[in-house]
């Protein structure tokens, strides 16, 4: 069973740093896409970055490209990784929720940057940032 536990977030000032956190589980050894977004009350879910589990390359929406990073680790057994986000310089216009999302990536998908792609969720963390 596919499982995404989100901790971190919080609250910072303009200018400081904050690092999410997602443990996925449960893909045991295949492929699959992991993702960050973040969503405002009210407003459209939006796409932050993605990477693929196994390339690890990873790709940004242009509104954090330069000021964010996602990543994960690597585990011994490879089927519970660590996935992150580094958020520097953040801004008050950062301030949202936060969750992490995966997907298999046994299939064609066009669009990684849309959430409609994605089939399993973290719980969300709430990121604050105070100018």
């Known amino acids: 069973q596919v499982r995404l536990v989100e901790s971190g977030g919080g609250s910072v000032q303009a200018g400081g740093s904050l690092n999410l956190s997602c443990e996925v589980s449960?893909?045991?050894?295949?492929?699959?896409?992991v993702a960050w977004f973040r969503q405002g009350h009210g407003q459209e879910r939006e796409a932050i970055a993605y990477m693929h589990s196994g390339t690890r390359e990873p790709y940004y929406a242009d509104s954090v490209k330069g000021r964010f990073t996602i990543s994960m680790d690597n585990t011994e057994d490879n089927t519970e990784l660590p996935l992150y986000l580094q958020m520097n310089k953040l801004k008050p216009e950062d301030t949202d929720i936060y969750y992490c999302a995966a997907e298999y990536a046994t299939r064609f998908i066009s669009d990684l940057f849309s959430p409609n792609v994605y089939t399993y969720w973290g719980q969300g963390t709430q990121v604050t940032v105070s100018s």
């Open positions: 449960g893909f045991d050894y295949s492929p699959y896409f």
